[in-house]
């Protein structure tokens, strides 16, 4: 029962971290000082992001707003985790990431291709700098005590070349 539990719940923390890394890639933009940089287990987006409203600002009454920030997944290889952390405007310009939560544990990889269009179809690319690509095959490897699994989704980005 503790077995099939865990691994449910593994399951579950991936699926809410592909829906959550889905949505930034369909927000993300190409903002040429926030540039877009992928690797194959570290990713940084441009898009929007709900941060805290700064007090001196006209919307200081709000608690939360959007505006152009980034974003940063990463696999932390030590603790077999996968991270998020994001910036707001300021911040993301000088790669300042703050808000950093643990998205998914026990996880034994994290994997991102990269696919632009070529001259035969969508090329895959191990690591994309400056670009936004079309889009993002992500693959993640866990297991559960029992057996190893292997979870993958491919997802678009509306502005990717």
Request: no cysteine; glycine share 6%; net charge negative.
């Amino acid at each position: 029962l503790w077995e099939y539990s865990r691994r449910s719940g593994i399951e579950e923390d991936v699926n809410i971290f592909l829906d959550k890394f889905s949505e930034d890639l369909r927000n993300a933009f190409y903002f040429k000082s926030i540039p877009f940089q992928g690797l194959e287990n570290k990713i940084i987006v441009p898009t929007f992001v709900s941060v805290r409203a700064d007090d001196r600002s006209i919307q200081s009454g709000e608690e939360r707003i959007v505006q152009m920030g980034s974003v940063k997944y990463y696999y932390d290889y030590e603790n077999h985790l996968i991270r998020r952390a994001q910036a707001n405007y300021a911040n993301a310009l000088r790669e300042r990431f703050a808000e950093e939560k643990v998205l998914v544990k026990s996880i034994d990889s994290l994997k991102f291709t990269y696919f632009l269009p070529g001259d035969h179809g969508a090329q895959p690319y191990a690591k994309i700098q400056e670009i936004v690509p079309s889009s993002i095959y992500v693959e993640i490897q866990y297991s559960d005590g029992r057996s190893d699994h292997k979870i993958g989704r491919m997802i678009a980005i509306p502005v990717g070349l």
